[in-house]
């Protein structure tokens, strides 16, 4: 909205208005000038970003481009946040994750910003009879804490209640989670347990527990899985149905069993589309809670969690960026809780600097940055209102289809909700291999001579259900093979690079070949001849003109002296004697791996 200044001025007055058409046609000529003789809304489509789901980003919004009325913080359909005053009173809930009980971490933790705990329970993180001496020196009637155990929630739960108890807290003063999730914990491991004890905490939270809440709906494993923000979407609203007829099937109304829950969301480094899924999320459970005849519990309380997705294990210091975008926008989309997970999440159990790191990434955003004091800040754009909009149609039309196929756990259990969560990822994973979606310090400007960050291991992850993929698994399997001849042998495959003409004709694509033959492992050489470097295989990179001139001339000399495979650096040509070409948009990992096949290495 422009405020005009007290005298009146309006600075843009005296010129005419411009419109979309006009726009249009400018964008055409811009267009015709690379080769694209396109008009009118096609001109607009050619500068448009595919998305998943079937959405598309496009270069220009308007007001043209309206949405429904999001209304107003905490008021349905609770689009700029579930409660009135946000997280504009002391900033979002930093919440941190631990699975171990033994270093001290916890309380470091709380003694310098977090706010709240995420426990890891049981077999896969700390033990149920060591959960008292995880939370010493806690002081529980101020530090929510909020449990993970999988199967072993009834037991975590009531040993949780019993330290309250034994501890003096008052059961009004308990505050967090006990994290009963029969269904998310059925995706992660494929085994299925009964919901009757958790509806049963449910009910005594309700009864004598108002601070606390005894499910937790996690979207999480969907997302780990490689599923899309819509995908995402609806399994949640797919598993908070499930459980709100679980539990009013035992009695409770509508509003009770709302408030028993709270959702899990993965926040990413695409910052608007986190913000508008966080956004559509809370429209959608919304919409479910009207349908149910409550509209006033509408109100989803959200817990966001950096993405385990986009973590790397190699050059991790990235993630640092990767976890301050991603928190960045789970704040700005009116997240309750946000959980950033430390850089070295991937490489095993977090280190003291790591975890300092992760806490303080809240911080500073909140104490320096301000971010909290303005509620939903996105609210308004023209382009985040018209994402959450479609956002939210596509996360609704996914759950309708899992209810069409009898509700999560039948979609969970026939393998469906699998494959189409496979699928989604199996387009993801060719963008990825085509280095379409980049990832810094992986597939773009990827380092050899990285030294190794090694970490204690993790207690092992719950498995046995959906995979859990990351966006590098396919270069890191790459870099783990050059790793192993590394080992063996001394030295890492290589490749000479053979720079035709001067500088200015070959660095471009000398240095993309570069970047692209590292991102697998194999070690470029620049210096000396072929014969000097060691490599057997070749890559030749220069400029359009000069391949013309002396391409086809070097493969041959370069096939004398012993090279057994010659690659061009460029679009696919017409050249005698080269084997192959490397260019942008090219499968990488499928060139790297059978270069690797070649070399020989195992």
């Not at 609770?78 to 941190?96: A, S």
């Not at 382009?383 to 999560?408: K, M, N, P, S």
């Not at 001849?529 to 086809?552: I, K, M, N, P, W």
């Amino acid at each position: 909205m422009t405020v005009l200044p007290d005298d009146g001025l309006e600075l843009a007055g005296e010129f005419p208005d411009v419109t979309h058409e006009q726009w249009q046609h400018l964008v055409a000529g811009v267009l015709r000038k690379a080769g694209k003789d396109v008009e009118g809304d096609a001109a607009e489509e050619a500068l448009s970003t595919a998305l998943e789901d079937g959405l598309r980003t496009r270069p220009l919004y308007t007001a043209r481009d309206g949405a429904p009325e999001p209304g107003l913080p905490g008021f349905a359909p609770f689009v700029r946040g579930g409660r009135p005053e946000g997280n504009t009173v002391g900033g979002w809930d930093v919440r941190q994750r631990h699975s171990t009980a033994d270093d001290g971490a916890v309380l470091a933790d709380l003694e310098n910003g977090v706010t709240s705990l995420w426990l890891t329970v049981g077999e896969n993180g700390i033990p149920v009879s060591s959960l008292g001496r995880a939370l010493d020196g806690v002081l529980l009637d101020l530090a929510p804490v909020v449990l993970d155990a999988g199967a072993d929630v009834e037991a975590a739960a009531e040993e949780l209640l019993r330290l309250y108890a034994e501890r003096g807290v008052a059961p009004e003063a308990a505050r967090g989670n006990l994290g009963a999730d029969p269904l998310g914990h059925e995706a992660r491991t494929g085994q299925a347990f009964d919901v009757a004890p958790a509806a049963g905490l449910a009910r005594r939270c309700a009864e004598e527990h108002p601070g606390l809440r005894a499910f937790t709906v996690d979207a999480l494993p969907y997302h780990e899985a490689g599923g899309s923000a819509a995908q995402e979407l609806g399994c949640s609203l797919a598993t908070g149905v499930a459980y709100l007829r679980t539990l009013t099937e035992t009695g409770m109304g509508v509003e009770q069993a709302c408030a028993q829950l709270e959702f899990r969301y993965a926040a990413t480094a695409d910052q608007f589309l986190t913000i508008a899924k966080l956004r559509a999320a809370r429209r959608l459970w919304a919409r479910v809670a009207e349908v149910c005849g409550a509209p006033a519990a509408g109100g989803q309380t959200q817990h966001a969690v950096t993405s385990p997705v986009m973590m790397t294990r190699r050059d991790p210091w990235v993630n640092m960026l990767r976890t301050t975008v991603a928190t960045l926008a789970a704040g700005a989309g009116g997240a309750d809780s946000v959980t950033v997970l430390p850089f070295d999440e991937a490489l095993g159990l977090p280190d003291a600097f790591a975890r300092r790191i992760a806490r303080n990434t809240s911080t500073i955003l909140i104490e320096e940055s301000h971010l909290s004091r303005v509620i939903d800040p996105a609210g308004g754009s023209w382009y985040v209102e018209r994402l959450t909009d479609e956002l939210a149609h596509a996360g609704w039309e996914f759950f309708q289809r899992i209810e069409e196929r009898g509700g999560q756990a039948a979609a969970l259990r026939s393998g469906w909700l699998g494959q189409e969560l496979a699928d989604t990822w199996r387009a993801r994973a060719a963008g990825l291999a085509k280095r379409r979606e980049p990832v810094t310090g992986v597939s773009e400007f990827p380092f050899l001579a990285e030294k190794p960050v090694v970490r204690d291991a993790a207690p092992q992850q719950r498995s046995g259900g959906l995979p859990r993929v990351r966006r590098d698994e396919a270069y890191e399997a790459l870099r783990a093979r050059s790793d192993a001849h590394l080992a063996a042998t001394g030295s890492r495959p290589r490749i000479f690079l053979a720079a035709i003409g001067p500088a200015a004709a070959h660095t471009a694509r000398l240095t993309f070949a570069s970047n692209l033959f590292q991102a697998g492992g194999v070690e470029p050489v620049t210096e000396g001849t072929f014969a000097e470097s060691g490599a057997t295989e070749v890559c030749l990179c220069s400029s359009d003109a000069l391949y013309e001139e002396r391409a086809e001339e070097l493969a041959a000399e370069l096939r004398a002296a012993g090279a057994a495979h010659v690659f061009l650096a460029g679009r696919p040509g017409q050249h005698a004697g080269v084997d192959g070409y490397v260019f942008a948009g090219c499968d990488a990992v499928s060139v790297l791996s059978s270069t690797l096949d070649r070399m020989g290495v195992s």
